[in-house]
C-alpha cells in the first residue's frame, strides 16, 4: 500500500460551542489522525440548532490541538469567492502550523444556504461546470507567487497571497467527487480523492465505491497520471442511522467495525473518515476502536504491498 492508513472523524458543528470543541479535542486525545469540518449556513437536513461556521471552526480547533490535521469537508465552492477562499486556507494553514488539508466540493443544490443567503443556487451541472476553474485558482493562488487567471466563471489578476504556506509547495487539495466529470477534475488537481455512498446498504455502497474508483484510475491513466499518486479517502455513511436513533452500524462492536473497514481498505481507500458517535451506548466501543483496533489495524495493513487488493471486497 502506497500511503499508510488514516482514520479521521468528521465533528458536526451542531452542539453549543463548549461541546464542540470538547469533542475535537477528544478526536486528537484518541489518536485519530484527522478532524473533519463541515460547510454550510446552518444544518441542511433541516434540523434546528446549533451550526457554526466553517473558517473560525478551523481556526478555533487549530488553536485547541496540537497534532492532529484538519480538513474541510468539503467546503462548498457557491459561498465564497476562489481568492477569498484561498486566503482563508492560507491564513488558516499557517494558524495550525501546517495541518491543513484544503477539502473543495460543489455543495448541495438542495442545501438551504444559497436561498437564506440570497445567492444563486447554481444547478448540479453549473456547479461542476465552476469547479475546475475554481480548483486550479485555489491551487495556483497557494502555489505561485503571483497569479492571473481568466475563466469563462472566474478571474483573478495579479493576485498575490503572502507569506507563502507552511505546507509546500502548498496544504493538500482534497476533492470530493462522485461522478465522471468531478472525478476528471479530481485527476487533475486533487492530492486527495474524498467520495462517499449514500446507498442503503452496505453492499451497495462497497459497489457504487468500487465503480467509482475504476472510473478514478480511468481519468488518470486518460491524462497520464499516477493513480497511486492521490490519496483515496471515504466517509463511511449509515443510510439507516437517522432512522436509528442515531446508532451507526459500524459501532455496533469492535467485531462489525473492522469487518466493515477492511472492505473498504480492499478498495484500495487508505483514509477512513467516521461519523463522531451520537448514540451514547456506541460511546464505548467507539473508544476502544480508536485505542485499540486502529493501532492493530495500521499495523497490519502497513506491510501490505502498493495498490494491495485493488478492485477487491
Known amino acids: 500500500m502506497t500511503n499508510p492508513l488514516r482514520f479521521s472523524v468528521l465533528v458536526l458543528p451542531n452542539v453549543p460551542w463548549p461541546e ?172 486527495i480523492w474524498n467520495s462517499i455512498s449514500f446507498a442503503k446498504t452496505f453492499e451497495e455502497q462497497l459497489a457504487e465505491t468500487r465503480g467509482r474508483v475504476a472510473t478514478l484510475d480511468a481519468k488518470c491513466a486518460a491524462i497520464g497520471r499516477d493513480p497511486a499518486s492521490i490519496r483515496r479517502s471515504y466517509l463511511m455513511f449509515d443510510a439507516a442511522a437517522r432512522q436509528s436513533g442515531g446508532r451507526v452500524n459500524y459501532y455496533d462492536s469492535e467485531e462489525s467495525f473492522t469487518r466493515m473497514v477492511e472492505r473498504v481498505i480492499a478498495l484500495g481507500i487508505t483514509d477512513i473518515g467516521l461519523y463522531y458517535p451520537i448514540a451514547e451506548e456506541q460511546k464505548p466501543v467507539y473508544e476502544r476502536i480508536a485505542r485499540t483496533v486502529l493501532p492493530a489495524m495500521k499495523a497490519a495493513f502497513s506491510s501490505l504491498s502498493p495498490r494491495a487488493g485493488r478492485g477487491s471486497g
Not at 473533519?36 to 471552526?57: C, I, N, R, S
Not at 492560507?90 to 437564506?116: N, Q
Request: glycine share 12%.
Open 20 to 191: 464542540f470543541l470538547r469533542r475535537c479535542r477528544e478526536v486528537e486525545a484518541l489518536g485519530f489522525d484527522g478532524i473533519g469540518l463541515a460547510d454550510h449556513l446552518v444544518d441542511w437536513t433541516g434540523t434546528k440548532g446549533p451550526w457554526f461556521e466553517l473558517w473560525t471552526q478551523v481556526a478555533a480547533v487549530a488553536q485547541a490541538t496540537t497534532r492532529i490535521r484538519l480538513t474541510t469537508l468539503v467546503a462548498q465552492i457557491p459561498l465564497r469567492n476562489p481568492a477569498h477562499f484561498a486566503h482563508q486556507a492560507l491564513t488558516a494553514d499557517h494558524i495550525s502550523g501546517g495541518r491543513l488539508d484544503v477539502g473543495l466540493g460543489t455543495g448541495l443544490e438542495f442545501d438551504p444556504s444559497c436561498r437564506m443567503m440570497g445567492i444563486e443556487n447554481w444547478s448540479a451541472k453549473e456547479r461542476v461546470a465552476r469547479f475546475g476553474e475554481y480548483v486550479e485558482i485555489v491551487g495556483r493562488l497557494l502555489s505561485q507567487e503571483e497569479t492571473t487567471f481568466k475563466g469563462r466563471y472566474y478571474q483573478v489578476d495579479g493576485a498575490a497571497l503572502g507569506p507563502r504556506p507552511v505546507q509546500s509547495p502548498r496544504p493538500p487539495i482534497l476533492i470530493a467527487g462522485m461522478g465522471p466529470v468531478m472525478l476528471g477534475h479530481t485527476a487533475r488537481h486533487a492530492d
